[in-house]
């Protein structure tokens, strides 16, 4: 990496409203599907009769977006071009019963989603988001983005040995945030969010509540080569997979049909009706071929034809921890986007996949490079696999390298997103 780099950073900026504006998987498929808006993009509802006709649509449902653009002459066999990636971030989620407290403290119940780094949540300030569902059923998005929340860790006099023996987090007993002084009042919490939101009191039935840093995204470095922010695993390949749709469907004459998949759970395993391991993208793909007058033989010649390509963020090389990473391979921030192999299928990557992603880097002129693994670390999993072995589908790993993978702030290259953004396009066009 050279600290000359010409970045885009409209793209970048772009990004980091995305970061910001985003901190639930609900808040990413609202900002993705109104970026899709802007393109020509309209939402077609699971519970009504879908028409073939040419042009972009998308599905939500809950914290997950299936997108994808009819090209005009598309037949009922044309094959699809899928970018997969996932809309949550490991965090700390509101409990059904969340009010509680000790000693005169109020504190909110939550429990660990994923695999949460859990000390970078200690000491930061804290907001609060998600969705909350009302009365008659509707969800309504709230987000309260100022410091309200702090998981404050304990002064180094009362616990002398943390620096030389490690910090040890009890996840029921340490992770508790405060949100303020008094006594512990039984729906307060739930109260404070109808007010928030502007409802009357009473009427949230349900939530889906989760903590995020208020702390903005920001450039960091020498020469502002970094970006500094939270929810990059995976909202930065959430991003890119947008703006990378919005640009193929902008292209005449493509041959396949781009597809964007963001699916929710991909931190807890991927098994829900929202996550990779549910049928919801073979049914979106599905209805799309039928409801262009295909048949059973139709949607399988265009399953055989289709590739994903499934992005994720990776490991950069540690500069303090350089034993940890395989010594042959070595992703750097601002590299270009990577190729991700693990030949025990933890990745879907094989030799035709590589040449699938080469061939899309060269064609949008985008530098990249390989992550594997050391052989003595375990390695990590994506979409990837599930997508492949649920649909039967050619699927590709791939990423950015990061920094910092699942902290509640993670560390990027500035010039990555946008590199990995072209690459997209440059595949989704077929
Ligand atoms: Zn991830």
């Not at 410091?147 to 996840?171: E, I, M």
């Amino acid at each position: 990496m050279s600290t000359s780099v010409r970045f885009d950073r409209g793209h970048t900026d772009d990004l980091m409203s995305f970061l910001a504006a985003s901190p639930s998987p609900y808040h990413a498929v609202a900002n993705a599907a109104a970026r899709l808006e802007k393109a020509g993009f309209r939402q077609v509802v699971e519970t009504d009769a879908w028409d073939g006709e040419a042009g972009g649509k998308y599905v939500l449902r809950g914290g997950a977006l299936i997108a994808w653009y009819v090209p005009e002459g598309a037949t009922p066999a044309t094959p699809f071009r899928i970018v997969g990636a996932h809309t949550d971030s490991p965090n700390l989620r509101v409990k059904p019963i969340p009010d509680t407290g000790a000693r005169g403290w109020r504190q909110i119940a939550v429990e660990i989603y994923g695999g949460t780094l859990l000390n970078t949540w200690l000491d930061r300030d804290l907001g609060l988001s998600g969705r909350v569902t009302l009365r008659d059923g509707s969800h309504r998005l709230v987000n309260v983005d100022r410091p309200l929340l702090r998981v404050p860790q304990l002064a180094v006099h009362l616990d002398r040995s943390v620096n030389a023996d490690g910090l040890k987090l009890d996840k029921q007993r340490h992770m508790t945030p405060i949100w303020g002084l008094g006594e512990v009042q039984e729906g307060g919490l739930i109260s404070f969010v109808e007010e928030e939101a502007g409802l009357n009191a009473g009427e949230v039935r349900g939530w889906d509540l989760m903590v995020h840093s208020v702390e903005p995204p920001a450039y960091l470095g020498r020469d502002q080569e970094l970006v500094a922010g939270p929810r990059m695993d995976n909202l930065l390949s959430v991003h890119a997979g947008t703006a990378a749709l919005a640009a193929a469907s902008a292209q005449d004459g493509l041959s396949c049909i781009p597809v964007l998949a963001a699916f929710d759970h991909e931190e807890n395993g991927s098994q829900s009706d929202t996550g990779a391991d549910g049928p919801l993208l073979g049914t979106v793909l599905e209805r799309s071929v039928f409801a262009r007058g295909g048949s059973y033989e139709d949607r399988a010649r265009a399953f055989a034809g289709t590739v994903c390509l499934s992005s994720d963020t990776g490991h950069a090389v540690h500069p303090n921890y350089t034993e940890r990473h395989e010594p042959g391979h070595h992703p750097m921030p601002n590299g270009g986007p990577i190729l991700k192999v693990n030949v025990n299928q933890r990745y879907a990557t094989d030799g035709g996949g590589r040449a699938v992603f080469a061939d899309a880097c060269e064609r949008a002129g985008v530098p990249w490079q390989t992550f594997v693994s050391n052989n003595s670390m375990p390695c990590g999993t994506t979409i990837g696999p599930i997508t492949a072995a649920r649909h039967g589908i050619t699927t590709v790993d791939i990423g950015v390298a990061i920094l910092s993978m699942h902290s509640a702030r993670e560390l990027c290259g500035a010039e990555d997103p946008h590199l990995l953004a072209a690459a997209l396009t440059a595949f989704l066009e077929g």
